[in-house]
Structures are given as structure tokens and as C-alpha cells.
């Protein structure tokens, strides 16, 4: 039996290979709606498989299950639900069985599409639970109705829960909330309760920033004095900064800032009007008139705190060649000779602290480059390209004239954009989750999608690279071997005397990011060719730059990751038996996620989703917490302030694994 979940698909070959082996397609689903959904994708394997056999004499090797994992069943576009009927469309198998008419969906309309698409490709349709026949117009009509209950049912629940949310607001409580650091939710009275330790802290920082404090001064404070943080066990910036910006603790709560609709099925949280906002009497700890001189005093340190960086060829387009992350201008040195910019990897300056030492932690330790040595060696670069377009027009017809590496192109294009679309619908389940109140908070949320959203930055960036040059080989100019008006255009333009901004468009037009290297080395990364690349060896840069020394790299350059390849086995231990993910084994061993990710998929690693992670994880931890909780007779509370680990995280790791104590 061949059991898919999450993202994983079938290769061609595996399906060509099982054609005519396989007789049924068993879907299985369980939605985020916990309230509602009373079912397990154990349970419902179980007995699909079961029922198969004992019905239609089919053995567990002539089955494919699919699991669906937190998806509603009002969404047409659910990534396994789809797949069973391409699966279907393939000629793999001649039945589709579900347990239940609403593991297909519980909204009519939806149910009623997706039925007739099975039928319209010759399969059958059977329910475990549901006798349904095709050409009885009882069964049918029982079918339908049941469909219109289950819908009905569910709008009943969600709205029956929602009235009661309102009544709690009405009756000045809180119906669940994300935690505001200074009070504690009492579960009890359902709202939020004054906490003696956090208020100090609070109000201390209070203090700091009006004394004339910035928020970096404040988190290094709390840090060095060892006051926990909301999370984790740094202090940052942003955090003190979020906190002191939060209108909360003037004595007000409001609810329902937003609210979740339906949009194609898929949940959307959408900013409500601040007249609509229902208000929530809590402990108040400051007045409005300390409140409005505390963001002033904010306001003063961002407007104070940043200078003008316009000034400056590479932005937007510099990367680090450490940890990937973007360089900016932001640091300077006064010297006898002026004042000197640099480019610097802004993971350098994002600003935390440690709990334990009280020292600002460094993400990355990349080094820092002379922003007028770097931006004239570029520029001087693009110009002599324009000026001299044999060595561009030779990549362009070469590039036209690779059949293979088009074709290449393409299969990269397809498998980002197909990448782009898991990541979008990882996105798309955790939002989800937050609007079904499974995670609990927007800071929580926030964490989950921040990665989301970084590689999904990254794989559109590479995208738009690779689409360009597939543009570039079907609009082959008849004048390229001259130069072509482009070209002509470009020099033309580099003539005139340029503005720091025209120059950067000029840039742009042509080159994809430079990345700066620890060892002085540059790398341009071209738009008109994915793999052709200028970079210095010399390790010196100096105001007497020999430009005759770029030269360049037609051969493919060895993969990044063969510098760390003496790594994989400890990072490989790492990953299997300690369950780091890609950022925590980066940041033990100094060096970047995305690297280690690719050198995991050259070597064919089986990669972890998040959730098998998790799982693996909360399993290893199960006879710990189970000692400490029931054998040690520590209360959850009481764990986290002596191990770190939270009642929530305490309460499913014994929830998940209780049974093998039992076995």
C-alpha cells in the first residue's frame, strides 16, 4: 500500500510503472475545524482499506491512500484532492472510496463538482459509510440532502460559536487571546489579570525609553539583569519596541480587530474598522498622557537613530556570500581622509540579546566592504560591457544557440513554480490554523511564516531570472550581431553624466545581485545568462583597481556546498537524531541554511516537513516530561520555569504518546 501525504507525488515513472496495479484511490482528510471533525487519518485508512477489501476484494497493494492534513472542506483547490483526480485521469485505478460524503467536502455545491468530475472519468464513487448509487434517484436525492445537512450542520456550529465569543465580549471577558507580555490570562475568568513580575519589567521600560533610552538600551538591560523574555531567551529590539507601541496596557483590550473570511474556499484574515473594535476592560498601567509621550520618545529614536544610505550603487541587489541575507549601507568609519561607507549583511546588525550572558548575539559574521572601492569596480565593469558588447552578445547568442540549456531552463522554471505553489499552500494551512484558533497568537503565526515567506521570496527572485532569459531566446534580435538598439540605448545612456538612481536602473536592466564574499571575491550574477559570472580573485581591494583582472567564468563553478561537504555526516546526525532544522544546524556549525539544504537534496536525503519533525520530536521528549510530570509530580508550570518547556508543548507530547505506555 502506498500511503502520500502533505506535498509528495508520484514520478512519472512510478506512475507509468503502476498502471494496471493499482485498483482504487482511498482519500482521506481531516480539517482544521477541530471543533467539528471527529475523525483520525489513522481511523479513516483503517477502515477505507478494510471495507475495500471486504466489498471489492482489493488487497492493500493495489491501494493508493492520499492524506489530507488540515484542510477545509469548503476549499476546491486542496492539494491531494486534486491529485487524486489527476491520479484517476492517469488510469491509476477504477474507484475512488471515501468514508464519508463530507470527508469530500461539506459544502453541497462542492460535493455535487467533484462527484460528476469522478463519474465523467469512468470511476466509481463508494463511501464506507454512505450507500450511494449512481443510477437510483432515491439514493441520489438521500445523497444530496445529506450534503445540505452537513453544510447546514456546520454553519450552525461555527455560528453558534461565534455567538457565544460575542457574548463573552458582551459580558467583558475574553474569548481566547494571543499573550500580551504583563498580564496573565486567568483561565477561570476569561480575561487577563495583572502579573506582579511582568508589570515591574514592563514598567521599567517605560521609564528607560522616557530617561531618554532607545529600545536596544533597554533590551541589553533586561537581558544582562536575566528577565525572561516573551519567547525564547533573547531580548531583541523589535520586541520592546512592539510592547511599547501596544495600546493594551492604558486599561483597554480590543477584540475583533479582524475577522476570517472565505475567499475560494481558503481563509482570509481581513483588517476590521477601528469603530467596529469591541472593548475589553483590563488592569491599566499607564494613562494616556504617559502613553502619548512614551511614542513620542520612539518616534524620536527612529527619526535620530538611521541616516541617509541613497547614496549608494548596490541597493537592493547586494547579497552576503556568507549567509545569504541582503547587504545595505548602514555602517560607517570617520577617517583623516573623511567619512567612509560600507556594505554590511544586515543579519549583522539585527540587534538581541541573551538571557544567559546578557551579550548581543551576531547571526551572521560576515565582513564589511568599502562601498566607493565596490560600487566603482561594478560600475566600471557594466560600463566597459556596454561599451564593449562582443563579450554580451557572444553569452546572448550562446545562450539561444544551447538547445539543452533551454530546455534546462524550463525544467528549473516548472519545478520553482511548482516549489511556489507548495509554499504557498504551507502558507496558505497555517493561516488557516491561526483562524481556527490552533495557533494561538500573530507573534506565533509570524514565526511560522517568516521562512514560508523568505523562500518564497528567493524561488520568485530566481524565477524572474530564469524567465527573463527564456525571454531573451525567443526575441532573438535580427541586429544583435551589431550591437542591436538596446545596446545602443545603454551607451548612449552611460555617456550623459548619471544620478546615483538613473544608474542603479541602468544596473538592474543587467545584473540579477552581487554577492560579496568574506575573501574580497565578487560575484555579478548576469540576468541575460543563468550561469555566467565575473568575480575577483585578488583578496585586496584598493582605490587602484586593475580591471583586467575580472575575467570570465564560462566553466560551471563546483556547487557551494562541496566547501562544507567535510560537514554532512555531523549535520546529517544533526538533522536525524537531534532534529535541528536547516537554520539551527547553520547556525551551530556558522553556516547558511540554504546550502545545507541543497547539498542534503544532491545527496539524496529524505527531507523532514515540519510537522514529521515536530512529531519525531515530542516523541523523543516523552519520557523525559513523562518523569517530570507524573513520576517527579512537577506541575506543567513548574517544568517550564525549570526546563524551558511549555504547559502547551508538555500537555500533546503526553497527549501523542500516552498510548505507548499502555502497548
Same mark, same amino acid.
Given at each position: 500500500?502506498i500511503?502520500?501525504?502533505?506535498?509528495?507525488?508520484?514520478?512519472?515513472a512510478?506512475?507509468?510503472?503502476?498502471?494496471?496495479?493499482?485498483?482504487?484511490?482511498?482519500?482521506?482528510r481531516?480539517s482544521?475545524?477541530?471543533?467539528?471533525?471527529?475523525?483520525?487519518?489513522?481511523?479513516?485508512?483503517?477502515?477505507c482499506?478494510k471495507?475495500?477489501?471486504a466489498?471489492?476484494?482489493?488487497?492493500e497493494d493495489?491501494?493508493?491512500?492520499?492524506?489530507?492534513?488540515?484542510?477545509?472542506?469548503?476549499?476546491?483547490?486542496?492539494?491531494m484532492?486534486?491529485?487524486i483526480l489527476?491520479?484517476l485521469?492517469?488510469?491509476?485505478?477504477?474507484?475512488?472510496?471515501?468514508?464519508?460524503?463530507?470527508?469530500?467536502?461539506r459544502?453541497?455545491?462542492?460535493?455535487q463538482?467533484?462527484?460528476?468530475?469522478?463519474?465523467?472519468?469512468?470511476?466509481?464513487?463508494?463511501f464506507v459509510?454512505?450507500?450511494?448509487?449512481?443510477?437510483?434517484?432515491?439514493?441520489m436525492?438521500?445523497y444530496?440532502?445529506?450534503?445540505?445537512i452537513?453544510q447546514?450542520?456546520?454553519?450552525?456550529?461555527?455560528?453558534?460559536?461565534k455567538?457565544?465569543?460575542?457574548?463573552?465580549?458582551f459580558?467583558?471577558?475574553?474569548?481566547?487571546?494571543?499573550?500580551?507580555?504583563?498580564?496573565?490570562?486567568?483561565?477561570?475568568?476569561?480575561?487577563?489579570?495583572?502579573?506582579?513580575?511582568?508589570?515591574?519589567?514592563y514598567?521599567?521600560?517605560?521609564?528607560?525609553?522616557?530617561?531618554?533610552s532607545?529600545?536596544?538600551?533597554?533590551?541589553?538591560?533586561?537581558?544582562?539583569?536575566?528577565?525572561?523574555?516573551?519567547k525564547g531567551?533573547?531580548?531583541?529590539?523589535?520586541?520592546?519596541?512592539?510592547?511599547?507601541?501596544?495600546?493594551?496596557?492604558?486599561?483597554t483590550y480590543?477584540?475583533?480587530?479582524?475577522e476570517?473570511v472565505?475567499?475560494?474556499?481558503?481563509?482570509?484574515?481581513?483588517?476590521?474598522?477601528?469603530?467596529?473594535?469591541?472593548?475589553?476592560?483590563?488592569?491599566?498601567?499607564?494613562?494616556?498622557?504617559?502613553f502619548?509621550r512614551?511614542?513620542?520618545?520612539?518616534?524620536?529614536?527612529?527619526k535620530?537613530?538611521?541616516?541617509?544610505?541613497?547614496?549608494?550603487?548596490?541597493?537592493?541587489?547586494?547579497?552576503?556570500g556568507?549567509?545569504?541575507?541582503?547587504?545595505?549601507?548602514?555602517?560607517?568609519?570617520?577617517?583623516?581622509?573623511g567619512?567612509?561607507?560600507?556594505?554590511?549583511?544586515?543579519?549583522?546588525?539585527?540587534?538581541?540579546?541573551?538571557?544567559?550572558?546578557?551579550?548581543p548575539?551576531?547571526?551572521?559574521?560576515?565582513?564589511?566592504?568599502?562601498?566607493?572601492?565596490?560600487?566603482?569596480?561594478i560600475w566600471?565593469?557594466?560600463?566597459?560591457?556596454?561599451?564593449?558588447?562582443?563579450?554580451?552578445i557572444?553569452?546572448?547568442?550562446?545562450?539561444?544557440?544551447?538547445v539543452?540549456k533551454?530546455?534546462?531552463l524550463?525544467?528549473?522554471?516548472?519545478d520553482?513554480n511548482?516549489?511556489?505553489?507548495e509554499k504557498?499552500s504551507s502558507?496558505?494551512?497555517?493561516?488557516?490554523?491561526?483562524a481556527?484558533g490552533?495557533?494561538?497568537?500573530? *507573534?506565533?503565526?509570524?514565526?511560522?511564516?517568516?521562512p514560508?515567506?523568505?523562500? !518564497?521570496?528567493?524561488?520568485? @527572485?530566481?524565477? +524572474? /531570472? %530564469?524567465?527573463?532569459?527564456?525571454?531573451?531566446?525567443?526575441?532573438q534580435?535580427?541586429?544583435?550581431?551589431?550591437?542591436?538598439?538596446?545596446?545602443?540605448?545603454?551607451?548612449?545612456?552611460?555617456?550623459n553624466?548619471?544620478?546615483?538612481?538613473?544608474?542603479?536602473?541602468?544596473l538592474?536592466?543587467l545584473v540579477?545581485?552581487i554577492?560579496?564574499?568574506?575573501?574580497?571575491?565578487?560575484?555579478i550574477f548576469?540576468?541575460?545568462t543563468a550561469?555566467?559570472?565575473?568575480?575577483?580573485?585578488?583578496?585586496?581591494?584598493?582605490e587602484s583597481?586593475?580591471?583586467?583582472k575580472?575575467?570570465?567564468v564560462?566553466?560551471?563553478?563546483?556547487?557551494?556546498?562541496?566547501?562544507?561537504?567535510?560537514?554532512?555526516p555531523?549535520?546529517l546526525?544533526m538533522?536525524?537524531?537531534?532534529?535541528l532544522?536547516f *537554520?539551527?544546524?547553520?547556525?551551530?556549525?556558522?553556516t547558511d541554511?540554504?546550502? !545545507?539544504?541543497q547539498?542534503? @537534496?544532491?545527496? +539524496? /536525503? %529524505?527531507l523532514?516537513?515540519?510537522?514529521?519533525?515536530?512529531?519525531?520530536?515530542?516523541?523523543?521528549?516523552?519520557?523525559?516530561?513523562?518523569?517530570?510530570?507524573?513520576?517527579d509530580?512537577?506541575?506543567?508550570?513548574?517544568?517550564?520555569?525549570?526546563?524551558g518547556?511549555?504547559?502547551?508543548?508538555c500537555?500533546?507530547?503526553?497527549?501523542?504518546?500516552?498510548?505507548?505506555?499502555?502497548?
Amino acid at each position: 500500500m502506498i500511503v502520500l501525504k502533505d506535498m509528495q507525488k508520484l514520478t512519472t515513472a512510478q506512475i507509468t510503472a503502476l498502471i494496471g496495479k493499482i485498483r482504487a484511490i482511498v482519500y482521506t482528510r481531516v480539517s482544521s475545524d477541530i471543533q467539528i471533525d471527529n475523525y483520525s487519518l489513522e481511523s479513516q485508512i483503517d477502515i477505507c482499506v478494510k471495507d475495500a477489501k471486504a466489498k471489492f476484494d482489493i488487497n492493500e497493494d493495489e491501494i493508493i491512500v492520499l492524506r489530507e492534513e488540515a484542510e477545509s472542506g469548503d476549499n476546491p483547490n486542496r492539494p491531494m484532492l486534486n491529485y487524486i483526480l489527476f491520479l484517476l485521469q492517469k488510469g491509476l485505478g477504477t474507484k475512488a472510496i471515501f468514508l464519508h460524503p463530507d470527508r469530500l467536502s461539506r459544502h453541497l455545491h462542492l460535493q455535487q463538482q467533484i462527484t460528476h468530475q469522478i463519474w465523467e472519468l469512468g470511476c466509481d464513487l463508494h463511501f464506507v459509510e454512505f450507500d450511494l448509487q449512481k443510477g437510483n434517484a432515491e439514493s441520489m436525492l438521500n445523497y444530496n440532502i445529506q450534503g445540505s445537512i452537513a453544510q447546514y450542520n456546520k454553519a450552525k456550529i461555527l455560528a453558534n460559536t461565534k455567538r457565544g465569543r460575542s457574548t463573552m465580549v458582551f459580558n467583558n471577558k475574553i474569548p481566547g487571546m494571543n499573550r500580551i507580555y504583563g498580564y496573565t490570562y486567568d483561565k477561570d475568568l476569561n480575561t487577563l489579570v495583572e502579573n506582579e513580575y511582568e508589570k515591574e519589567r514592563y514598567l521599567t521600560m517605560v521609564n528607560m525609553v522616557l530617561e531618554g533610552s532607545t529600545g536596544s538600551e533597554v533590551a541589553a538591560y533586561l537581558a544582562k539583569k536575566k528577565h525572561p523574555a516573551p519567547k525564547g531567551d533573547k531580548w531583541y529590539q523589535a520586541t520592546i519596541s512592539r510592547i511599547l507601541r501596544n495600546e493594551s496596557y492604558m486599561g483597554t483590550y480590543y477584540y475583533g480587530k479582524t475577522e476570517v473570511v472565505r475567499i475560494n474556499g481558503k481563509k482570509k484574515q481581513l483588517p476590521k474598522p477601528r469603530d467596529q473594535w469591541q472593548k475589553i476592560t483590563i488592569p491599566a498601567y499607564i494613562d494616556e498622557i504617559t502613553f502619548g509621550r512614551l511614542q513620542k520618545c520612539l518616534d524620536g529614536n527612529i527619526k535620530n537613530g538611521g541616516r541617509p544610505s541613497e547614496d549608494y550603487l548596490l541597493k537592493g541587489i547586494a547579497r552576503c556570500g556568507r549567509c545569504g541575507a541582503a547587504a545595505s549601507s548602514g555602517i560607517t568609519s570617520r577617517t583623516h581622509n573623511g567619512l567612509l561607507k560600507y556594505y554590511s549583511c544586515t543579519r549583522k546588525t539585527r540587534k538581541s540579546y541573551s538571557v544567559e550572558t546578557g551579550e548581543p548575539n551576531k547571526i551572521c559574521l560576515g565582513e564589511n566592504w568599502r562601498v566607493d572601492m565596490v560600487d566603482s569596480l561594478i560600475w566600471n565593469e557594466v560600463v566597459k560591457l556596454i561599451d564593449n558588447p562582443k563579450t554580451l552578445i557572444d553569452k546572448m547568442l550562446e545562450r539561444i544557440s544551447d538547445v539543452s540549456k533551454v530546455k534546462e531552463l524550463e525544467r528549473n522554471r516548472d519545478d520553482i513554480n511548482k516549489l511556489i505553489k507548495e509554499k504557498e499552500s504551507s502558507k496558505a494551512r497555517y493561516i488557516d490554523l491561526y483562524a481556527d484558533g490552533i495557533i494561538k497568537s500573530k *507573534e506565533e503565526l509570524s514565526i511560522k511564516l517568516e521562512p514560508v515567506e523568505d523562500e !518564497i521570496s528567493e524561488l520568485n @527572485k530566481e524565477l +524572474g /531570472t %530564469i524567465s527573463e532569459n527564456l525571454e531573451l531566446d525567443k526575441k532573438q534580435n535580427k541586429n544583435t550581431s551589431s550591437g542591436g538598439p538596446l545596446v545602443k540605448k545603454y551607451q548612449n545612456i552611460i555617456n550623459n553624466e548619471l544620478q546615483m538612481k538613473d544608474a542603479r536602473k541602468v544596473l538592474r536592466i543587467l545584473v540579477d545581485k552581487i554577492v560579496l564574499h568574506d575573501n574580497k571575491r565578487i560575484e555579478i550574477f548576469y540576468k541575460f545568462t543563468a550561469d555566467s559570472k565575473l568575480f575577483r580573485n585578488n583578496p585586496y581591494v584598493s582605490e587602484s583597481v586593475n580591471l583586467d583582472k575580472l575575467k570570465w567564468v564560462v566553466d560551471s563553478l563546483p556547487p557551494k556546498w562541496s566547501e562544507i561537504e567535510h560537514l554532512y555526516p555531523s549535520m546529517l546526525k544533526m538533522y536525524n537524531e537531534d532534529l535541528l532544522s536547516f *537554520e539551527q544546524i547553520a547556525e551551530a556549525t556558522k553556516t547558511d541554511w540554504w546550502t !545545507i539544504k541543497q547539498m542534503f @537534496k544532491s545527496k +539524496g /536525503t %529524505i527531507l523532514l516537513t515540519t510537522k514529521e519533525r515536530g512529531v519525531k520530536r515530542r516523541a523523543s521528549d516523552f519520557e523525559w516530561i513523562y518523569k517530570l510530570h507524573y513520576e517527579d509530580g512537577l506541575a506543567f508550570t513548574k517544568i517550564y520555569k525549570e526546563h524551558g518547556l511549555s504547559p502547551t508543548y508538555c500537555k500533546q507530547v503526553l497527549e501523542e504518546n500516552i498510548n505507548k505506555l499502555k502497548k
